[in-house]
């Protein structure tokens, strides 16, 4: 079933300069007068570039979002950056959970959780990230790995409240390659039997997006596969051009 709505996010990564503030997004924000009222789209990059990025989008075409947020409101964490700093800066949504988080940094389920209630708390919207590797995939355990992720990372405050699962592949971000439209179907069945396992009739509304190399030339066929509710856009985000392409395709 094609929901009415995609969710189309950017994530920049560890990349952004306020230079690209008056280049792509300028661009984005020329072109995206005419953006199909059938999308939401945001924007997360870099959080030194959150309160500029808010600015520049004035009039709110694409929401602005952080990439990861701490548990805690404040205090002695050097270098962290809470919920509610991102809210103040202007976001509206954080990308929570993401594969580069767990595996350079070894964010496990239950932190991702608490990161959720702190998002909540502060307003975001979570976009709660899961996926898995190649090894996995290769050894049949793609659909549990999937699952247990989501009945980790998920949290009881989620139900009836503005959130997204995206499903990335850790195989398929920034590698050029993808699951075919298949296995994408498979995967987001499955995530949805389990985010309804998890939280009951709560884990119904949610979209869950598909992320991994997603580009202007694949991104119709995988939106409109059942169950893909929008897309987590890494490296094409960060093209202008790219990034409107996949937002019309949706
Ligand atoms: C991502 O990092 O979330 C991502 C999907 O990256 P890419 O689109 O570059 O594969």
Known sequence: M???VKL?????????LA????GAVAEMLADLSARPASVRAGLCPP?????????AIEGGLIEVGGQDCRVE???????????????????????LGHSERRQEFGESDALVSEKVGAALRAGLM???????TLAQREAGEAVSVVRSQILGSLSDQLAGQDWALAYEPVWAIGTGLTPTL???????AAAR??????????????????????????????????????????????????????????
């Not at 189309?8 to 952004?16: A, F, H, L, P, T």
């Not at 230079?19 to 008056?22: E, P, R, W, Y």
């Not at 409101?73 to 990308?95: H, N, P, Q, R, Y």
């Open 126 to 132: 979570p976009i709660i990230c899961v996926g898995e």
């Open 182 to 188: 298949e296995q994408i179907a498979e995967i987001h």
């Open 8 to 16: 189309i996010v950017g994530n920049w990564k560890m990349n952004g």
């Open 19 to 22: 230079a690209d503030l008056t």
């Open 193 to 250: 039997a389990a985010m309804v396992e998890r939280l009951g009739e709560g884990g119904r509304a949610a979209p869950i997006l598909y992320g991994g190399s997603v580009n202007p030339a694949n991104a119709r066929d995988i939106l409109a596969v059942a169950e893909v509710g929008g897309a987590l856009v890494g490296g094409a985000s960060l093209k202008a051009a790219d990034f409107l392409a996949i937002i019309r395709a949706a």
């Open 2 to 4: 094609k929901q009415s």
């Open 73 to 95: 409101t404040k205090g002695a964490f050097t270098g962290g950056v809470s919920a509610e700093m991102l809210a103040d800066a202007g976001a509206t949504m954080v990308i």
């Open 47 to 55: 959080a030194t570039l959150i309160d500029r990025m808010v600015r």
